[in-house]
């Protein structure tokens, strides 16, 4: 059964950094996009970024191009969404997530974590 656990979220003044973690577990992720993902009170959960785990190839939203960055490391099977220059408009629940299906959409995405709040104070 695939698992998948996010920590690291919190609250921060604007400007700050955290970095999220996804540990996974329950099968080899290798062939799989990893995501993760957001959702904002009253919003659509939107894609944030993703990553193959086989060939770390790497995709971002452009709102979060140049400040956010998305990374693996496959011996621990856990990715990582380092989030520099955090601005109010940040605020959500993150999700990571996996895909078999080399895509940005929330639907193809088969496997989710419970999420984990960030919240980014003015």
């Known amino acids: 059964q695939v698992q998948l656990v996010e920590s690291g979220g919190g609250l921060v003044q604007a400007g700050a950094s955290l970095r999220l973690s996804c540990a996974a577990s329950?099968?080899?992720?290798?062939?799989?996009?990893m995501g993760w993902f957001r959702q904002a009170p009253g919003m659509d959960r939107e894609f944030v970024a993703a990553?193959?785990?086989?060939?770390?190839?790497?995709y971002y939203a452009d709102f979060v191009k140049g400040r956010f960055t998305i990374s693996r490391d496959s011996p621990k099977k856990t990715m990582y969404l380092q989030m520099n220059s955090l601005k109010p408009e940040d605020t959500a629940v993150y999700y990571c997530?996996?895909?078999?299906?080399?895509?940005?959409?929330?639907?193809?995405?088969?496997?989710w974590g419970q999420g984990t709040q960030v919240t980014v104070s003015s």
């Open positions: 990553i193959n785990w086989s060939s770390s190839s790497t």
């Open positions: 997530a996996a895909s078999r299906l080399p895509s940005t959409w929330t639907s193809a995405y088969d496997y």
């Open positions: 329950g099968r080899t992720f290798s062939g799989y996009r």
